[in-house]
């Protein structure tokens, strides 16, 4: 996501194979609601764009 600063999550799942689908959504969603990602569309053809990297740090 870092090179593209865009992502679905098809995409993650591919990066991180062990994490399952519906953890990959929350912790994105957790990321649309900090400020880091945007979310752009709906349902399984949602696009994460990077917004900003810096400034914060992201806390699980």
């Given at each position: ?5 865009t992502a679905?999550?098809g995409?993650?799942?591919k990066?991180?194979p062990?994490?399952?689908?519906r953890t990959?959504r ?7 609601k ?20 810096e400034?914060k740090?992201?806390?699980?």
């Amino acid at each position: 996501m870092v090179q593209n600063k865009t992502a679905r999550i098809g995409d993650l799942e591919k990066l991180e194979p062990n994490v399952t689908q519906r953890t990959l959504r929350r912790d994105m969603e957790k990321l649309a609601k900090m400020g880091y990602v945007r979310k752009i569309g709906r349902t399984n053809r949602t696009l994460y764009k990077l917004v900003r990297t810096e400034d914060k740090n992201i806390e699980y």
